[in-house]
């Protein structure tokens, strides 16, 4: 098993999750950030500090989120890795919790 950055993140991109990775498999897009599946060790460390909840084990996804396993997969091996906190999108709190943000996802 692994977790899974799910829809929420898009345009909220919180890094507080980054920080407390032992093996930093978070990966950082423009405006979405996704675990590498291959590196997260399932240490559940990144789940209580997204500030959005967003992120979620891979077999307890909210309903409607599964694609979102594949997409992170992808998208870890195209973008880079991050390991430092950086701060949020000023609007990042006026993104959280919208629904349907996936058409707004930059690659």
């Given at each position: 098993?692994?977790?899974?950055?799910?829809?929420?993140?898009?345009?909220?991109?919180?890094?507080?999750?980054?920080?407390?990775?032992?093996?930093?498999?978070?990966?950082m897009g423009?405006?979405?950030?996704?675990?590498?599946?291959?590196?997260?060790?399932?240490?559940?460390?990144?789940?209580?500090?997204?500030?959005?909840?967003?992120?979620?084990?891979?077999?307890?996804?909210?309903?409607?989120?599964?694609?979102?396993?594949?997409?992170?997969?992808?998208?870890?091996?195209?973008?880079?890795?991050?390991?430092?906190?950086?701060?949020?999108?000023?609007?990042?709190?006026?993104?959280?919790?919208?629904?349907?943000?996936?058409?707004?996802?930059?690659?």
């Amino acid at each position: 098993m692994t977790f899974v950055v799910t829809e929420n993140c898009i345009k909220c991109r919180y890094t507080d999750c980054v920080e407390v990775c032992p093996v930093d498999c978070f990966h950082m897009g423009p405006n979405f950030m996704v675990i590498d599946p291959d590196e997260c060790i399932d240490c559940t460390l990144c789940e209580p500090e997204c500030p959005a909840e967003a992120i979620y084990p891979e077999d307890d996804l909210p309903e409607g989120q599964e694609h979102f396993i594949e997409l992170n997969a992808e998208l870890a091996g195209i973008w880079p890795v991050v390991t430092e906190m950086r701060d949020p999108p000023p609007d990042a709190g006026d993104w959280d919790g919208k629904p349907d943000k996936l058409p707004l996802l930059e690659r």
